[in-house]
């Protein structure tokens, strides 16, 4: 009897954010295959759960796939994970499932955090049709040929993009599919979490005063729909500034009323508060 290939989801960011299942999961298969051996050690130490690992990242792909397989028909049960996220994903994993499709072994997902669900489903913009995009590609004519073939799509885009580059791929998409309404999500789950929503330019002029740092999701509604909101960046101390300003609250309790509104404790908004502060 052949074993199974389980697809486990684990956090963005925000170590709570990994499923029961997926937990149980780690912690009874027999070996788990993760993209960054160390990066996944921390996630399995938090957890307290102790289990061989073995590397399985785009450069090894072909061949690991090979072993895994093999282990898998000899009866052993394998956890595929990545770095962050939902494997497969922008991330390794494609190789090692459909060779095991193809051989008849069993498959199963366990859902959960992908930077994409999270960033749609908080954007504002339509979530009825979507589609993933990922990262465009490196070179700039590829990437304005690739762009030129979504210009027709009627559907919200999502793009992931690496901090470097997302200054360029903005101005990029804006040349390619004219200023639409946009969301910029960025460390989503982290401390840092933060949307910039409105016009791609509006966005772009708002990215051009700041270092790009951190993770991002980039999505673009379809023409003539979605919000209609100017940009919406601003940082913790300017809202406690303003609550102080426009309610006459004293600085703890704006903080308080700051942290309600965003959705998060009193003690997280106090440390983005001394981040901002030491960022400056
Ligand atoms: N498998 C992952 C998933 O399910 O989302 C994606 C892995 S891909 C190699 C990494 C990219 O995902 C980043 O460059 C960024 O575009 C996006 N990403 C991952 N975590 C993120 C986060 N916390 N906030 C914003 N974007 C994130």
């Known amino acids: 009897m052949s074993g199974t290939l389980y697809i486990v989801a684990t956090p963005i960011g925000n170590l709570e954010d990994i499923t029961l299942r997926a937990l149980r ?13 160390r990066h996944t050690r921390k996630l399995l130490s938090h957890y307290n759960i102790s289990k061989p690992v073995i590397s399985y990242h785009e450069h090894n792909e072909r061949q690991r796939s090979e072993e895994l397989i093999a282990k ?7 956890a595929l994970v990545s770095d962050a996220g939902t494997p ?3 991330d390794p994993g494609f190789t090692v499932v459909s060779n095991a499709i193809a051989r008849g072994i069993h498959v199963v997902p366990i859902p959960g955090p992908s930077a994409l669900a999270a960033a749609l489903t908080a954007s504002g913009l339509p979530c009825d049709e979507f589609m993933f995009i990922g990262f465009l590609p490196s070179k700039q004519s590829a990437r304005r040929a690739k762009l030129a073939k979504l210009a027709g799509i009627k559907a919200t885009l999502i ?5 470097h580059r997302v200054k360029t791929t903005i101005a990029d998409v804006l040349e390619a599919l004219g200023d639409r309404p946009a969301v910029l999500a960025r460390e989503l789950t982290k401390i840092h979490e933060e949307f910039l929503r409105g016009s791609l330019s509006e966005i772009a002029g708002a990215l051009a005063e700041r270092p790009a740092r951190g993770e991002y999701v980039l999505l673009i509604g379809p023409e003539s729909e979605g919000i209609a909101d100017t940009v919406d960046s601003t940082t913790i101390s300017e809202e406690v500034d303003r609550i102080m300003r426009e309610e006459g609250l004293d600085r703890k309790s704006a903080l308080k009323q700051a942290a309600r509104s965003r959705g998060i404790s009193k003690s997280e908004a106090y440390r983005m508060l001394i981040d901002e502060k030491t960022e400056e």
């Open 72 to 78: 898998l028909e000899a009866g052993a049960n394998i």
């Open 159 to 163: 793009f992931y993009e690496a901090p």
């Open 88 to 90: 497969l994903v922008s």
């Open 25 to 37: 999961v780690l912690r009874e298969a027999d070996l788990i295959a993760c993209e960054d051996t």
